[in-house]
């Protein structure tokens, strides 16, 4: 019953208030109250007491009010007979749980004792942001918080390939008498040795102990200030933001001790619940979960459906008639030489892929036809040419829509468990794996899963189907020669697509399930801040989907435009935004800019002492002459409020004609990270060259010019950088 | 009548058995002895206002059927009701005003012992009244609060200020019907005015008047004793302490706290730690001190202290005759002129505090809130003093004394439900949509020797929780109800049904909530207020499934709370009748015209279990008309009944 549950979490925290304690003195004797604490690539100092309490731990004396408040959050555990309420209790231990896991965690750290090897740890902010649009968009549903082992290997790759069926990110912790689940998925070759390469196929080990449940936790939690908007602090609204948005809960594998049930009381608190393969008293009133807060399912067929259940998690499972499971957990998979059976493309052959729209009478659906060589039929390790030919047709299909259609190849093919693929148009890379063809996968399998995802992604624009793979490099040449002449149309037809060009823009509120006062207005010359969706995207959105994110925003009168405002769009943002935004400009910096849910690809911040802007991606960790790493901007930048100054954006649009052109575009970038420089220097060349500028390039600096301001402004000075010259900014 | 147990308690029977023995006159002799008892003053028909009269009309048409004045039966039953209803809320609204009494003097005189306990309540209340409170010393807000809740009794113009805390549909039917309260005083005053000979002949209008001072009682004066008590006394949370007799010790000076008010015997209970006092307690050959409370006095402290309760209402005299009672102690309302005669018997020292409550040969040491302190320890001293007097031979205390969780308000159901870091109502809200929880009930009230003691409370919690009713109980209700172990969580297991025993599982709470005293029954008012905002269960308190009972009422007091929850449109029953039947028209209005008017409506049932039955089949149209899912469970199997 309940109060053995309540019992238990109580002991628990009493247990990791009590480590936490002798930890927090050791350290204390030993580096003083200004030791430096915290954990590596978070803007969010200690992430849960960060957002719960709204302290920013920086030093081992800051971590006192922390500790101070755990304590007070401890309470007896219920009598035997005529208790006090003791779910209060519990709840609060659960707080106190998960305050003292992180502080003893940041306490390893401090040491170098954390991340254990072999296990990944603290998860970055970074992480956060680049997983923000799979976690709307439904790709990644949720993530499960496994805690313990399975009882034998069978049984572990059985609950974890449910999981991975379902893309529920499973994050893998503790153990049952010493045994670790990624100890068992390691033996069985389902998970690499390195845990970060986990993220891929979502299967994360964060860590080896109970206490190590704190990292998925303090990652869940930073979703309300990132995405949110919540403030630090303002425990209330992060709390129920993870229970009202973030579908996470927890699976305990094996015997649960009081630790466990502790950190499960945590777990509670955010809304998450807990489902056990053993028989642990249940508590199954909801509120403060959305459903059942703790219940048990001994049989492992049923247990992972009864956690989608429990939490309330949106998963489409299809199953799809070919020899291997499908899904977008698989995406991340690569296919190691030595696991290949065979390959395509890349600098092996020639391959290439190509998606035309055909008249309705010129396509059979569901035809695949298959010429030269199978993949069995081809010697360990060999290479081959491939082609793949789709051809769709559609009542309400477009030509625009032919682009879109293609780059879900990657994707679809990406899905199949033992397929790989890279690339594009003309340039793919393919592999199989051994198991693959072993399990009896075949070309024709490839053109089955084309044809099934097309008619269920895009139904609504795409009635009939069919696929032509041929590994017969004969018959390529007269199809590759009108490939590539399509490929070069389609890149002039939304190269000459300008903002004045369309009457109407679109809107992605694709966000909203997470930020839920942002909205994006995608215009060709400015494409969503995270990248994954243009205006064609856009459009070709709303037709498969008219009551969907994205829906079409008529530009209307145009208020001013050089900054960018129509009164079409103030309307529509104004409604979308649930009525915080009243107007803002596409094309400024300074004055109402777009707002940003979190997920942006970089960040445009005003360098006021250069009279310019820097630009910063998110993969960058080092510091910028801002004197804030990327993390720490980001948190200025989230959450759907206007920050002049501040403005999350694609990296497509750095070299956009539009890209703050209110404030004079282009020649106010003063610096980037080197490694964003490169990748987008060919448009930068041919940008700079446009606006007659052809030298601008090398005139931004980057981290091994300066990574201070003085550093930059010195740089500036000597290179002659023309926004030194330009209006000033403020 | 002879053969009908006095009490469904059996501490209480062992007293009442030895009071046999020794031929003590006790209420329900006199009860007897008062037989037959005026069947037109019952019927409401009697009528005592000029001196025309007195006038009866004849209840069966035989004779006259209009007073002197030409007065029916239905405007001499509406007169009287609304005299009593003016009564009641004369009683509670006066306890509101001493409490803000005395946090004026908190405020002023931060010497006379009174101190702010709750602090963050205190500045919610001031935001609630418009007082700037941010930056300023807590004594310096409490001062201009007290004064504040002062002016709501006399204000000259405006409604009251926590009515506005009614759900706005609520209001907008108050407003419509004239009945949002405004100064309390004035609603006393012009509803007595209304029953002045040769005012208002007309009942409705008189019942319409009726509810209005009743509304500024609960939303009103007890709404600020409640309120004002937990900012002074600090805010009650469940705590852990024993009841009945039993509590009562045979090696320490035992003083009973009786009454209404906590704000003399929550001194009591501070000045009973004094080491003076413990010392000189001592000095006699006593452990120590023993408080113990009766009525709602006992309910204050007990929900505040964890000072045990020995007892209710019919429990003030039993108490006696323990001859273990060295000092009864009482303030103001349900004390009996008897207990005078019978303290005399032993050596109790029998003591009024109030101004207003004295009696002819009792000791009176009057309470001055200023001098608070000290006052107290004089009281203890005399209870000291008469310690030594004890008659061992007299001396019987029954052993009996069970367990009891008590002391949740409107406000702790969101930490109860959600702890710290997740207070919410939610869980609640969520058992009540998914069909755990069929509704909420309030079983309140007093006891009354026409019915035996605790039958009807205990019979009708049994059977409410037996289908799934959580049940809120206030008063001399929940008092009998923790005797017969109702407010222990086990009880949920052993009589609830089985949604409420999972809920009651998950939240380790009893199916039957202690919520305090008589003028905590505005806490439930606002418990229903709460659970409109939590959202998924209508927008008026007319739209929950929950229902009021009084099923042993005997006070005016009960019949205004009955007014004031009918009026916030919740069904209401009570066990006896109020003295309304003499009039078909104005037990019509009651209940069933009421219920198209305020929502609310009342039923008068004696059987506690049918009377829970129509709770249920209240609760069960409500459910229907939110649309709300079944109930998950059929209801517990049925209890072996006592029955009369």
Request: contains cysteine; charged residues 25%; glycine residues 10%.
């Amino acid at each position: 019953m309940s109060r053995i549950v309540a019992a238990a979490a109580i002991r628990g925290s009493h247990e990791v208030v009590r480590l936490v304690e002798q930890e927090y003195e050791a350290a204390l004797s030993k580096y003083g109250p200004e030791g430096r604490i915290g954990f590596p690539g978070t803007a969010f100092y200690l992430p849960m007491a960060y957002a719960l309490l709204g302290v920013e731990v920086e030093t081992l004396g800051q971590m006192e009010p922390v500790l101070e408040e755990a304590r007070s959050l401890l309470s007896e555990e219920p009598t035997e007979r005529a208790w006090l309420p003791y779910l209060s209790s519990a709840l609060d231990a659960g707080i106190a749980t998960l305050l003292g896991q992180e502080m003893l965690m940041a306490l390893r750290y401090l040491d170098g004792r954390e991340p254990i090897p072999g296990w990944h740890g603290f998860i970055s902010d970074t992480i956060l942001r680049s997983l923000g649009i799979q976690l709307v968009d439904g790709r990644l549903p949720g993530f499960a918080a496994v805690i313990g082992a399975a009882p034998d290997n069978e049984t572990a790759v059985y609950v974890i390939r449910e999981l991975q069926k379902r893309n529920i990110l499973t994050f893998l912790i503790g153990n049952h008498k010493g045994r670790t689940m990624r100890d068992q998925l390691l033996e069985e070759g389902v998970i690499p040795e390195d845990p970060v390469a986990g993220w891929d196929i979502y299967i994360v080990p964060l860590g080896p102990e109970t206490h190590h449940v704190i990292y998925s936790l303090n990652w869940a939690i930073r979703g309300a200030l990132t995405f949110g908007g919540v403030r630090k602090g303002d425990w209330e609204k992060a709390l129920k933001y993870c229970k009202d948005r973030i579908f996470a809960f927890g699976l305990g594998l094996g015997d649960i001790d009081d630790l466990k049930y502790a950190s499960g009381a945590g777990a509670i608190n955010m809304g998450f619940p807990v489902i056990c393969d053993t028989p642990v008293p249940e508590i199954r009133p909801t509120g403060v979960c959305t459903y059942e807060e703790l219940v048990h399912e001994l049989d492992y067929q049923k247990l992972i459906p009864t956690c989608v259940e429990v939490r309330g998690v949106k998963v489409t499972v299809r199953e799809i008639d070919i020899p291997v499971p499908v899904a977008a957990a698989f995406e991340g998979e690569t296919v190691r030489k030595a696991d290949m059976h065979c390959e395509f493309g890349g600098k092996y052959s020639t391959c290439f892929e190509y998606l035309r729209m055909r008249d309705m009478d010129e396509v059979e659906d569901g035809k695949v036809e298959v010429n030269g060589e199978d993949f069995h039929e081809i010697e360990e390790g060999g290479a081959r040419p491939l082609s793949i030919l789709v051809e769709v047709a559609g009542r309400k299909m477009h030509q625009d829509f032919e682009p879109i259609l293609e780059r879900q190849i990657h994707t679809i093919l990406n899905h199949a468990l033992g397929v790989f693929h890279m690339g594009q148009r003309d340039m793919p890379w393919i592999r199989i794996s051994k198991d693959a063809v072993k399990a009896g996968l075949r070309l024709r399998h490839l053109g089955q899963l084309l044809i099934a995802e097309y008619h269920h992604r895009f139904g609504a624009i795409v009635d009939k189907v069919q696929v032509r793979l041929s590994t017969d490099e004969s018959e390529f040449p007269p199809l590759l020669t009108e490939a590539r002449k399509a490929y070069n149309a389609r890149d002039e037809r939304i190269a000459g697509m300008t903002d004045e060009s369309v009457d109407i823009f679109y809107s992605c509120t694709l966000c909203q399930s997470y930020a839920p006062n942002h909205v994006c207005i995608i215009s060709p010359e400015r494409l969503g801040l995270c990248g994954a969706y243009n205006w064609l995207d856009g459009r070709a959105s709303y037709e498969l989907n008219p009551a969907g994110p994205n829906q079409p925003v008529p530009k209307g009168r145009v208020i001013d435009p050089v900054k960018g405002q129509w009164e079409g769009v103030n309307e529509f943002v104004y409604q979308a935004s649930n009525k915080t935004i009243e107007r803002f400009n596409a094309y400024s910096l300074m004055e109402d800019p777009m707002t940003s849910c979190g997920c942006f690809e970089c960040i445009v911040a005003i360098v006021p002492e250069a009279n310019g802007v820097l630009v910063v991606n998110r993969e960058y960790l080092g510091m910028t002459p801002l004197g804030m790493a990327f993390t720490t901007l980001a948190g200025t930048v989230g959450g759907g409020a206007q920050t002049p100054g501040f403005l999350g954006v694609g990296r497509l649009y750095i070299t956009s004609r539009k890209f703050i052109s209110a404030e004079g575009g282009l020649p106010r970038i003063v610096w980037m990270p080197k490694e964003l420089k490169d990748a987008v220097m060919d448009r930068l060349r041919k940008r700079a060259e446009e606006i007659g500028m052809p030298d601008l390039p090398d005139k931004i600096a980057d981290e091994t010019i300066a990574e201070t301001s003085e550093d930059l402004l010195e740089h500036l000075t000597k290179v002659d950088h023309p926004a030194l010259s330009m209006e000033p900014l403020l | 009548m002879a053969q009908r147990p006095r009490t469904i308690n059996e501490a209480a029977r062992t007293m009442l058995e030895c009071a046999a023995c020794e031929g003590v006159e006790l209420a329900w002799e006199r009860l007897e002895a008062m037989q037959p008892q005026c069947g037109f003053g019952k019927l409401g028909v009697c009528c005592t206002i000029c001196a025309m009269g007195p006038c009866r009309i004849d209840p069966f048409g035989m004779g006259p059927q209009e007073g002197v004045c030409g007065a029916t039966a239905a405007t001499i039953v509406a007169r009287n009701l609304a005299r009593k209803i003016a009564s009641g809320c004369s009683a509670h609204s006066d306890h509101g005003r001493t409490v803000a009494h005395a946090l004026l003097l908190a405020a002023e005189h931060p010497e006379s012992g009174y101190r702010i306990k709750d602090e963050r309540k205190l500045r919610r209340l001031a935001e609630e009244f418009g007082i700037a409170h941010e930056g300023r010393s807590a004594e310096a807000v409490a001062k201009e609060l007290a004064e504040a809740c002062l002016g709501e009794f006399g204000k000259l113009h405006g409604e009251l200020v926590m009515a506005q805390r009614a759900p706005e549909p609520r209001k907008a039917i108050w407003r419509e019907l004239g009945i949002m309260p405004g100064a309390i005083d004035r609603e006393v005053v012009q509803l007595l005015h209304q029953t002045n000979m040769g005012v208002d002949a007309d009942a409705k209008n008189l019942l319409l008047s009726g509810m209005r001072c009743a509304l500024a009682d609960g939303w009103g004066g007890s709404m600020i004793a409640t309120d004002l008590q937990d900012v002074l006394f600090g805010s009650p949370k469940p705590l852990r302490t024993r009841t009945n007799l039993g509590v009562l010790k045979e090696d320490h000076v035992n003083v009973i706290v009786h009454g209404h008010e906590p704000v003399l015997s929550d001194m009591l209970a501070e000045a009973s730690r004094d080491p003076e006092i413990l010392a000189k307690a001592r000095e006699v050959g006593a452990q120590g001190i023993q408080l113990a409370g009766i009525c709602c006095t006992g309910n204050e402290v007990l929900m505040r202290r964890g000072i045990p309760p020995a007892g209710s209402f019919l429990h003030q005299e039993l108490a006696v005759l323990t001859g273990a009672v060295d000092a009864m102690v009482v303030d103001v309302q349900c004390w009996m002129p008897g207990l005078t005669r019978l303290a005399q018997l032993f050596h109790t020292r029998f003591i009024t505090t109030s101004p207003k409550a004295k009696h002819p040969g009792v000791e009176h040491i009057e309470f001055e809130e200023q001098r608070a302190y000290e006052i107290a320890k004089t009281i203890l001293l005399r209870a000291i003093e008469a310690f030594p007097k004890r008659d061992p031979a007299k001396i019987n205390i029954p052993k009996h004394e069970v367990d009891v969780i008590a002391g949740f308000t409107a406000e702790y159901v969101y930490t109860l439900l959600g702890g710290k870091y997740r207070p919410s109502y939610r869980p609640l809200n969520d058992a009540i949509i998914a069909g755990r929880i069929r509704g909420v009930a309030g079983v309140v009230g007093c006891e009354n020797p026409h019915l035996t003691q605790g039958w009807g409370h205990v019979e009708m919690m049994k059977e409410l929780i037996r289908n799934d009713v959580l049940v809120v109980a206030t008063g001399c209700s929940a008092l009998a109800a923790a005797r017969e172990g109702l407010l222990t969580p086990e009880a949920a297991f052993i009589h609830g049904g089985r949604g409420l025993a999972e809920v009651c599982e998950a939240v380790g709470m009893p199916p039957v909530l202690h919520v305090g005293s008589c003028v905590d029954n505005s806490r439930i008012l606002i418990a229903c207020c709460e659970i409109l905002k939590e959202g998924g269960l209508g927008s008026d308190i007319s739209d929950l499934p929950v229902a009021g009972a009084a099923p042993e009422w005997m006070s005016e007091k009960a019949i205004t709370i009955g007014f004031y929850v009918v009026a916030s449109g919740i069904f209401t029953i009570f066990g006896q009748p109020q003295p309304v039947m003499g009039s078909p028209e104005v037990r019509d209005l009651m209940c069933r015209q009421f219920e198209e008017i305020v929502g609310g409506y009342y039923a008068f049932e004696a059987d506690p279990v049918k009377a829970a039955q129509l709770m249920i089949a209240h609760m069960n149209k409500k459910r229907e008309a939110l649309k709300l899912r079944p109930m998950m469970y059929e209801p517990a199997a049925e209890m072996t009944m006592a029955s009369e």
